[in-house]
């Protein structure tokens, strides 16, 4: 069973840049498809970005981040990350990376996922 750990989040000001991090243990993310959510107080979790199992294919993101974050996978070094510029004061959340076994394809459906990391919190002041 793969373990997930983010990191990387923090308070920042509108306008600036984070890399978040999600790093696997007991099981290769390479065999996952690998999604990003957030989730900010008082709303449901919501779809971020995804991508797919293996292979180089281009990842989805919600309108919300595009042209404005981008997720890749290292897999040497068994991690995903989430490279997150031009941030907004309603990016404010806890962000989650999640793993779905079963999918080649990356989904955005939360249910779908099997594994979910602890958060990171991020903070954008205006």
């Known amino acids: 069973q793969v373990q997930l750990v983010e990191s990387g989040g923090g308070l920042v000001q509108a306008g600036a840049s984070l890399r978040l991090s999600c790093t696997a243990s007991g099981g290769t993310l390479s065999r996952y498809a690998m999604g990003w959510f957030r989730q900010a107080p008082g709303k449901e979790r919501e779809f971020v970005a995804a991508?797919?199992?293996?292979?180089?294919?281009?990842?989805y993101y919600a309108d919300f981040v595009k042209g404005r974050f981008t997720t890749s996978r290292n897999n040497a070094k068994n991690t995903l990350y989430l490279q997150m510029n031009s941030l907004k004061p309603e990016d404010t959340a806890v962000y989650f990376c999640?793993?779905?076994?079963?999918?080649?394809?990356?989904?955005?459906?939360?249910?779908?996922?099997?594994?979910w990391g602890q958060g990171t919190q991020v903070t954008v002041s205006s």
């Open positions: 991508m797919m199992r293996i292979g180089a294919s281009t990842p």
């Open positions: 999640a793993a779905d076994q079963d999918r080649t394809l990356p989904t955005a459906d939360v249910h779908d996922y099997d594994y």
